[in-house]
C-alpha cells in the first residue's frame, strides 16, 4: 500500500511557475506508475500527466504539454510536477495518483489505486 501527500500548491499568476511535489510512503515506490490529475469547480477530474515506474517515459495531456514537465526520484520517494508558463484554466485541485505498473490506461483515474488528498493551485489572470 502506499499512501501520498501532496504539497507546493498556491496562488501564482498567470505565466508564472509553480512545483508541486507528491511523497509517497512505503518501500516499493520504485514499481508504481505515478500519475497527476486535477479537478477545477464543476469539472471532472481529469488527466494531466504521469510517469513510468522507472521514470524513463512521461505522458502529457494536450493541454499541458510543452508547458508541464513530471519527474520523479525514486530514492527520495518523491514525483514532482513542475509547471510553467501557467494560465487562469490551470487553476485546479492538483492530485498524484499511484498504479501499479502495468495496470490499464495511463490516462485513466480508473487505474490509478491510491491517491493523495489534493493540493489547491490558483493562477491569477
Known amino acids: 500500500q502506499v499512501q501520498l501527500v501532496e504539497s507546493g500548491g498556491g496562488l501564482v499568476q498567470a505565466g508564472g511557475s509553480l512545483r508541486v511535489s507528491c511523497a509517497a510512503s512505503g518501500r516499493t515506490f520504485g514499481n508504481y506508475r505515478m500519475g497527476w490529475f486535477r479537478q477545477a469547480p464543476g469539472k471532472e477530474r481529469e488527466f494531466v500527466g504521469a510517469?513510468?515506474?522507472?521514470?524513463?517515459?512521461?505522458f502529457y495531456a494536450n493541454s499541458v504539454k510543452g508547458r508541464f514537465t513530471i519527474a520523479r526520484d525514486n530514492a527520495k520517494n518523491t514525483v514532482y510536477l513542475q509547471m510553467n508558463s501557467l494560465k487562469p484554466e490551470d487553476t485546479a485541485v492538483y492530485y498524484c495518483?499511484?498504479?501499479?505498473?502495468?495496470?490499464?490506461?495511463?490516462?485513466?483515474?480508473?487505474?490509478?489505486?491510491?491517491w493523495g488528498q489534493g493540493t489547491q493551485v490558483t493562477v491569477s489572470s
Open positions: 495518483a499511484a498504479a501499479h505498473q502495468y495496470s490499464g490506461s495511463v490516462y485513466s483515474s480508473l487505474s490509478y489505486a491510491y
Open positions: 510517469v513510468t515506474s522507472s521514470g524513463g517515459n512521461t
